[in-house]
């Protein structure tokens, strides 16, 4: 078993879609677990809709969710064929739960209404990519991971229940794994007992993706980015700045710490525990 986990910039466009499914063919009758972010910069998109919603800028909330729509619909197309009206179906129902809410006045906390809405975003990433593979002959199963992360309500970041999630997997998505080779759920967000969604803090998936490598035990993670790996500087800042083939658990820990944006610091401990290599 393996996990790849997807980040937004991976996701952004057709093309970088198109790229995962380059990937994804490198890796036939692998069992694979993949974690994706949400296209693009579609939470920071998502973001501005919850705060015009919360400012009770209702119709300037509505305006912002439909060029989110739009761009989705847009990606969607270049894509798919034949798989094109089976993700109109599962778009909608995200798109009209949302639209749902932004017709109501705000009466609980921001925070709550910031994950019902932000969620979303990696709904219709994965829904995409899901389709995507499907419809160039690569079988997988979307899994809403709302079904399978629960966590508290402490909204915008949420914890995890680490015992009742993995009890999940174990019944839950393991068992999928009879069927098919892969399958495509959201990073990021997770969901209460009350069935009211959470997300996990921004830049959340890489955590995401790292429970799960513990919780499958996995043969490792593999974190896709669009740099070629870790260095050791940014290049932006330092033109002498040099790639790292290896680093140990306690020196990326120690990197994340320092502010450097290679890896969410919360990812290293579920790998460490159970000694599982990240792959960058
Ligand atoms: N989409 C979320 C964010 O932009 C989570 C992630 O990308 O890890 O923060
Ligand atoms: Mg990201």
């Known amino acids: 078993m393996k996990v790849f986990k ?49 400012a009770g800028k209702k119709e300037e909330a509505l305006q912002l969710f439909r060029a989110v729509k739009l761009q989705h619909l847009d990606e969607a197309k270049f894509l798919l064929v034949t798989h094109f009206n089976p993700l109109m179906e599962q778009f909608n129902n995200f798109f009209t739960e949302v639209e749902w809410l932004l017709h109501d006045k705000p009466v609980r906390e921001y925070d709550y209404y910031y994950d019902q809405i932000v969620c979303v975003g990696e709904l219709l990433s994965t829904s995409i990519v899901s389709a995507y593979l499907n419809e160039i002959g690569i079988n997988n199963q979307w899994l809403d991971v709302r079904d399978i992360f629960r966590t508290d309500d402490n909204f915008r970041d949420a914890t995890i229940d680490l015992a009742f999630t993995q009890q999940q997997i174990d019944e839950q998505v393991k068992p999928v794994f009879n069927r098919t080779n892969i ?62 083939s290896e680093l140990n658990y306690d020196e990326v820990i120690e990197m994340a710490y320092y502010g450097a944006q290679v890896i969410h610091p919360k990812t290293i401990k579920p790998l460490q525990n159970k000694n599982i290599p990240l792959i960058v």
């Not at 069992?31 to 919603?53: P, Q, R, Y």
């Open 6 to 54: 997807f980040g937004g910039a991976s996701v952004s466009n057709y093309e970088k879609i198109r790229n995962v499914g380059f990937i994804v063919q490198h890796f036939p009758s692998e069992k694979m677990m993949i974690v994706i972010s949400a296209m693009g910069k579609t939470t920071n998109a998502l973001e501005k809709v919850t705060d015009a919603f919360f």
């Open 183 to 244: 399958v495509i759920t959201q990073g990021f967000i997770g969901c209460t007992d009350e069935n009211e969604s959470t997300t996990l803090g921004r830049e959340g998936s890489d955590y995401s993706a790292a429970l799960f490598a513990n919780m499958l035990d996995a043969e490792h993670l593999t974190i896709w980015k669009d740099v070629k790996g870790v260095m050791n500087a940014d290049p932006k800042e330092f033109a002498d700045a040099q790639y790292i």
